[in-house]
Nanobody
Framework: QVHLVESGGGLVQAGGSLRLSCAASGSTISSYVMGWFRQAPGKEREFVTT????????SYANFVKGRFTISRDNAKNTVYLQMNSLKPEDTAVYYC???????WGQGTQVTVSS
């Protein structure tokens, strides 16, 4: 059983940056593909980015390409999401998941003001 806890969300002005963390416990995530999703008010949860178990491969939704970067530190059992050039439309609850969605965190709120 993997327990995921996201942190690092908050309020930031447009153009600013935030770094989200997803700390795992209960089991190692080193063999899992990890991902970030987000859900804005009144909208469905949507894919943001994913990273391979080794960290060598990642993919991004078009709307975050060039602005967001996913990374992982398997020694720390943690995945990160560096978010730069934030826009008001990035406002959402951001969720971390593991193993293709078998495990989810509780989410962290990101609010970008204009």
């Amino acid at each position: 059983q993997v327990h995921l806890v996201e942190s690092g969300g908050g309020l930031v002005q447009a153009g600013g940056s935030l770094r989200l963390s997803c700390a795992a416990s209960g089991s190692t995530i080193s063999s899992y593909v990890m991902g970030w999703f987000r859900q804005a008010p009144g909208k469905e949860r949507e894919f943001v980015t994913t990273i391979s178990a080794s960290g060598g491969t990642s993919s991004y939704a078009n709307f975050v390409k060039g602005r967001f970067t996913i990374s992982r530190d398997n020694a720390k059992n943690t995945v990160y999401l560096q978010m730069n050039s934030l826009k008001p439309e990035d406002t959402a609850v951001y969720y971390c998941n593991a193993d293709g969605g078998n495990y989810w965190g509780q989410g962290t709120q990101v609010t970008v003001s204009s």
